[in-house]
């Protein structure tokens, strides 16, 4: 069993859970994950790994509550135990010898990218860190990222924090300004991470993104993370979850997204009356 050592909501559907998990924490790096489940009974639920202390023997979750697997997670409080907490998984992310960066963060996708960013600052790169939101009240770990980067740029839908626009409206005025970026990271939702690459394609900037599709066992042998990366098959586990954004076919991705959004939904809805149930 693996003990919540500490739950914090960072936004009204964005919490963090520090877990204690010694074996993991000792190998753990950024863009690996983990999958865990809640109770006997749940569902596999990979989730990156947004952060570890190899000395305290823990490592930290983010995950936004948005199906029934997570919210059934979220009912769990510090003190409570999850049954199952697997890793680390899949391949870290490669940040050797890089020494300018732009690291973009989406929404949730922030928690993927801080870790990157941190590690990127320890090895001496000047890490350059977009992060974007719906709007203010969804902004996370803004702390974190400034500790993290040189240069930090928040941009918001609305315009309600930070600057109104696009994470690829930062990226470009960056550019404009005269940076020289070895590498671009990317990691959000697919539409950003596509958008993304297609505006660095035009400046021929090297893109990484992170992929998180579909996924069971987490070791290969299931097919369901499966992607075309540059016209081959790549399963997100063990391949990735880091590949070359400028190869990876987004529209194939995104399509295979939606497949399971009608279970999806069912499962929420089940969750929630199960737990108005347990409250009644």
């Known amino acids: 069993m693996y003990r919540i050592v500490k739950k914090r909501s960072l936004n009204p559907t964005v919490s963090l859970m520090e877990i204690e998990a010694p074996l993991i924490a000792k190998k753990a790096e950024p863009g690996q994950f983990i999958i865990f489940r809640a109770k006997e009974d749940s569902e596999r639920v990979p989730l990156t790994i947004a952060d570890f202390d ?40 490669e940040v050797d010898g890089l020494k300018k960066v732009a690291v973009i963060g989406g929404g949730v996708g922030c928690a993927i990218a801080y870790p990157i960013a941190k590690k990127l600052k320890g090895l001496g790169c000047e890490v350059h860190s977009i992060v974007g939101f719906r709007n203010k009240e969804l902004v996370i770990l803004e702390d974190e990222f400034r500790s993290a980067s040189s240069e930090l740029r928040i941009m918001t839908d609305d315009g309600s924090y930070g600057t109104k626009g696009l994470v690829t409206n930062a990226l470009e005025q960056l550019i404009n300004e005269g940076n020289q970026y070895d590498e671009v990271i990317a990691i959000g939702p697919l539409i950003m991470m596509k958008f993304v690459c297609l505006l660095t394609k035009k400046y021929n900037i090297k893109t990484i993104v992170s992929m998180n599709p579909i996924m069971i066992d987490g070791t290969g042998m299931c097919g369901g993370c499966r992607l075309t990366v540059g016209g081959e098959t790549k399963f997100a586990c063990v391949d990735g979850p880091d590949f070359d954004g400028h190869l990876v076919d987004f529209d194939e991705a995104m399509h295979r997204g939606t497949m399971y959004k009608e279970f999806e939904t069912h499962a929420r809805e089940a969750s929630c009356e199960l737990l108005n149930k347990e409250v009644q």
Not at 54 to 66: F, L
Not at 70 to 89: A, I, K, N, Q, Y
């Open 54 to 93: 190899r000395e305290k023997g823990t490592v930290t979750i983010i995950y936004q509550i948005v199906g029934g697997s997570t919210m059934e997670l979220d009912t769990l409080s510090e003190g409570d135990s999850l049954h199952d907490f697997v890793g680390p998984l899949g391949r870290p992310s």
